[in-house]
């Protein structure tokens, strides 16, 4: 069998082309191994060559995400992998967010297999562990020896078609899929050894880490509110009448935007609740009970606001998984920043 | 969701019936609202009642997009 | 002691079986395992609280196509035990695939049956 | 509270003329058996089969696990209020068949559940693979009630593992261990220094096919108690759960309950092992209130530092489980959780019906739905009538060369939530 087609990606630093001052580095690709690809090289032994090296600083690529995804992304199928590796990007961030985005693209719109590497708290990890698998890495290039071996065995695997195993057999981080595994000690021994080091404070990784309760620090209070411009938003899942773009009433693949300019009163012949959670009559009998358009247009007049936004933005609520949900928020919150929405009421049932 | 647009930046308070969910979810300025399938209204009362009830929860809203708050805080409605 | 209580059932057997009992009324509805759950749910967002686990039972949703539920007669504020219970409950019964099975007349008795029994464990 | 187990290792299982040990072997009179079983009027018929490790062999639907074991000195008698009078057990010695279980099967309702492969890719996840296996098909008389039914089978089941037991009575154990539980003030005295360490398992008392006896006592009807673990070794708690073959814990499991053992290795060493509380899992939700408030306050009252908490079932023993976790934590007591995990086909759902942030020391018997495909077996104890129906089992999952899809959970003891099998997931 011939050897499987390698391409890796790095950034600036790791070619050697310079630090920071050289971040605007435009993507070129180089035939061959470059820099830390002689670690994965030799740990990929006989199976794997490296073919070619994409080299991208991270500050063009941060600066200009999709036209340097769109250039980095034809050289890569230019050369025609079978496997595509980025990084490891250790505790870079702006190196972690670059290699994300790309083993994504790279996954998802040439359809070859990828994987990346990274520290778990590199703002990367957190963005792309549950799209791509990402090899837990230590926190700085020292790393690299540790880290080789990994990528290219997981790598090998995702290449031929095997099947992955247990985040902790194959060294990725938690992507929230369970994958079950034979441990060397049973349940109770482990339970025991577990509690021995809760006992005697000491660290100790727990089998399954509890749905993650994070925080975000407040934002600063809207300094001029008789002046700001307040979008509305609600989880309540209110819809114009008739549900144009069929959001289900719980596990939602998407949200509803609605433009309400020239609305002054969600009445039940204009506006429902697509909601699954709770029982519509009262909504639908008036959908400003779940979302008060009618309100904020008076407060709108009175001048007790700058203006309500043009558009609404609906989701399902707890039907819907955390996860999406997040996607969701992280979309809109977007255009809401772009179109210089100020505050927004979030109603939820 | 509440936690993704704040991330972003923008200051967002969440009225929600069980304020208990918005502390889990992470909302940083809370108001609560009146029951579950009738967050800003109540049937029982007249259309003119409710909807100045309406009113007393978004004025507490803006009022607590107003404040500045360091934790997360509810802001009770005085109706 | 128990409560006063309304039980929302599917399950004809639970039906027949409670209709008679003392502070027991009986809310039977010929509708899906998730159904009697959003039943329930309601209920909750009305301000009942509630009494039985809405998971009871080792047989997945999906397995079984009865449920039996149980809730306060009387209503109160909104009790937020019951709400995250009733809540998380729908969300993990919608994980449970329906089986073909849980139609298999055949079976149906022997379903009623377990459900009946997991009901009546409470009195 | 002392025990000694002296154990007598078999490594084979064969029926005899007469039933006896030797050299290691069961010798079993399968009359003998039939007779025993069949003095209760109803059940109508019952073969005696026997599987051993490495054979192609499927028992199915499988519905208790019970080793043969006899108390040789000290009061009481194995399954104290069920078989044996209600003395209170756990002192003295018993002698064990290590290596031999009695597996019942029969069909109680159309949905009975439970495999347990001899070889193949399915004996790696059960721990019944590793026993040899005398098996009891019962069949009950015409229009016996599943309450009945399910009763007769299990006495069948324990009325036979006495009888076998019984056989070990006079043997010298090839091996011998030695359990010991003092009272809380000798305790406290003599281990001044180590953490006083508990355990809190959480038995399934739900109903029919849901239920578990404690000295015949049904589960549900407790308020959490105390129990020297030495007392679970005789045979003090018994199984009547059948659904979820999984993660219930047959009898074996309570009376080899690995926690206790694991927890005993350490004692006197790292761990002072100073109590085993009993809660339980009901349908009523004020009963798991009273029952976690129980719990936590006989965790407190016992002085403890630390604690694993065991859990048995899903979804409504979830609720359970994080209350008991929860309170204890609030107790300042540290805790350490077991339970298994419904993560659906592709593992990606969540996987517990409840979570609280005081559960952050877990240990999983690993994700229930699993699918594996099990090879055609030569031979089939029971019948296989019931692998598309049980729990795991789904429509058209048996293919034309005789392989079956099933999802780990209809497997017997593949996701044990008290830690006895090896099972895991990330």
């Not at chain 1, 509110?225 to 609600?234: C, D």
């Not at chain 1, 936004?309 to 920043?337: D, H, I, P």
């Not at chain 4, 064969?14 to 050299?23: C, M, R």
Request: charged letters at 25%.
């Amino acid at each position: 069998m011939s050897k499987l087609r390698v391409v890796h990606y790095i950034n600036q630093f790791f070619a050697q082309i310079g630090g920071e001052e050289m971040a605007d580095y435009k993507p070129e690709y180089r035939e061959g191994i470059v820099g830390p690809g002689l670690a994965l090289q030799t740990a990929f032994g006989e199976e794997a060559e490296i073919v070619g090296t994409v080299i991208c600083g991270d500050s063009y690529f941060n600066e200009n995400l999709e036209k340097a995804t769109a250039e980095v992304l034809e050289m890569i199928k230019a050369a025609k992998p079978d496997l595509f590796i980025a990084g490891p990007a250790f505790n870079a961030g702006r190196y972690g967010v670059a290699c994300g985005t790309i083993t994504d693209a790279v996954k998802k719109e040439l359809g070859i297999p990828a994987l990346t590497g990274m520290y778990v708290e590199n703002p990367g990890a957190d963005m792309f562990k549950s799209s791509v698998y990402i090899i837990s890495t230590k926190n700085s290039a020292a790393g690299m020896r540790d880290a080789a071996p990994k990528m290219a065995k997981l790598g090998l695997k995702l290449a031929k078609g095997e099947k992955v195993g247990a985040s902790c057999e194959d060294g990725y981080i938690p992507n929230g899929i369970r994958v079950n595994l034979f441990e060397k000690e049973r349940g109770s021994k482990r339970a025991v050894k577990m509690l021995l080091a809760k006992i005697n404070g000491k660290p100790f990784t727990t089998e399954y880490p509890m749905p993650d309760f994070d925080r975000v620090p407040p934002c600063p209070a809207v300094k001029d509110i008789a002046h700001a411009k307040i979008a509305l938003v609600t989880s309540g899942g209110i819809v114009p009448k008739g549900n144009p773009d069929h959001i289900e009433s719980s596990n939602a693949t998407h949200y509803g935007k609605y433009d309400i300019e020239g609305v002054d009163d969600l009445t039940s012949d204009t506006y429902a609740t697509a909601h699954g959670g709770y029982d519509p009559v009262y909504a639908n009998e008036d959908a400003d009970r779940v979302l008060p358009v009618d309100v904020m247009r008076e407060f709108e007049k009175e001048g007790k606001i700058g203006s309500l936004y043009r558009y609404f933005y609906t989701t399902v609520g707890n039907g819907t998984a955390v996860k999406s949900a997040k996607a969701f928020a992280a979309e809109f919150s977007k255009e809401l920043v772009a179109d210089g929405v100020q505050a927004v009421i979030l109603t939820s049932t | 969701m509440v936690k993704e647009i704040e991330r972003a930046g923008i200051p967002v308070v969440h009225i929600c019936t069980v304020t208990p969910i918005s502390l889990t979810v992470g909302a940083n300025r809370i108001v609560p609202a009146i029951a579950i399938p009738h967050p800003l209204g109540n049937p029982a009362l007249t259309a003119e009642e409710e909807k100045n009830i309406r009113r007393k929860i978004l004025e507490t809203a803006l009022q607590a997009l107003s404040t500045e708050v360091t934790d997360q805080t509810v802001f009770e409605v005085k109706y | 002691m128990l409560e006063r209580m309304v039980v929302f059932t599917n399950n004809p057997m639970v039906r027949d079986a409670l209709s008679q009992r003392d502070g027991c009324k009986v809310h039977y509805a010929p509708v899906s395992y998730r159904q009697i759950l959003c039943l329930a749910r309601d209920a909750v967002h009305q301000g009942h609280k509630l009494l039985t686990h809405p998971l009871s039972g080792s047989v997945k949703p999906g397995e079984t196509p009865y449920k039996s539920v149980a809730v306060s007669q009387e209503k109160g504020l909104l009790d937020l035990p019951s709400l995250s219970l009733i809540e998380n409950s729908i969300v993990t019964c919608d994980k449970f695939p329906i089986r073909s099975k849980s139609k298999d007349p055949s079976l149906q008795e022997d379903f009623q049956l377990v459900d009946l029994s997991l009901i009546m464990s409470i009195f | 509270m002392k025990l000694e187990l002296g154990y007598i290792h078999i490594h084979d299982i064969q029926l005899a003329a007469a039933s006896k040990v030797e050299n290691g072997v069961l010798y079993v009179d399968a009359e003998a058996v039939k007779k025993l079983v069949l003095e209760d009027e109803q059940i109508a018929s019952v073969e005696v089969e026997v599987a051993h490790p490495g054979e192609s062999v499927r028992i199915t639907p499988v519905k208790d696990v019970i080793e043969p074991r006899v108390k040789v000195e000290g009061p009481g008698g194995m399954f104290p209020g069920v078989i044996s009078k209600v003395d209170t057990v756990g002192s003295g010695k018993t002698h064990v068949l290590k290596g031999a279980a009695v597996v019942t099967t029969g069909k109680i309702v159309g949905f009975q559940e439970g495999i347990i492969d001899m070889s193949g890719v399915g004996a790696q996840y059960t721990p019944f693979s590793k026993t040899n296996n005398l098996v009891l098909v019962v069949q009950p008389v015409e229009g016996l009630k599943q309450h009945d039914h399910e009763h007769a089978v299990r006495m069948a089941g324990l009325k036979t593992a006495v009888y076998l037991g019984e056989l070990a009575r006079s043997l010298t154990p090839d091996e011998t261990e030695t359990f010991e539980t003092l009272p809380l003030k000798e305790s406290m005295d003599k281990y001044p220094e180590l953490p006083r360490v508990g355990y809190v398992q959480m038995l399934q008392s739900q109903g029919l096919l849901h239920d578990t006896y404690v000295y015949g006592v049904d589960a549900k009807r407790i308020i959490p108690t105390v129990i020297y673990p030495t007392e679970v070794m005789d045979g003090a708690i018994i199984s009547g759960n059948c659904v979820s073959a999984c993660d219930k814990n047959p009898t074996y499991v309570h009376q080899n309950n690995p926690i206790v053992h694991d927890l005993f290795a350490q004692h006197g060493k790292t761990i002072n092992f100073a109590a085993m509380v009993i809660t339980n899992e009901n349908v009523y939700l004020a009963d798991k209130e009273r029952s976690s408030n129980w719990s936590s306050k006989l965790c407190e009252f016992l002085g403890l530092d630390a604690v694993i908490i065991s859990e048995e079932g899903f979804g409504n023993p979830d609720t359970d489980l994080i209350m008991n976790c929860r309170k204890i934590t609030e107790k300042g007591i540290k805790t350490v959780i077991v339970t298994d995990e419904y993560a659906g086909r592709d593992g990606s759902s969540q996987s517990l019906a409840d979570a609280h942030s005081s559960a952050d020391a877990l240990v999983t018997g690993g994700n229930a739905n699993q699918v594996i495909t099990l090879p055609k077996m030569d031979k089939v104890i029971g019948t296989e009538d019931y692998v598309g129906i049980i729990a795991g089992g789904w429509d058209q999952n048996k293919h034309e060369d005789g392989t079956i899809d099933v999802e780990i959970q209809a497997i017997t003891g593949a996701t044990s939530e008290v830690g006895f099998n090896y099972l895991s997931a990330r």
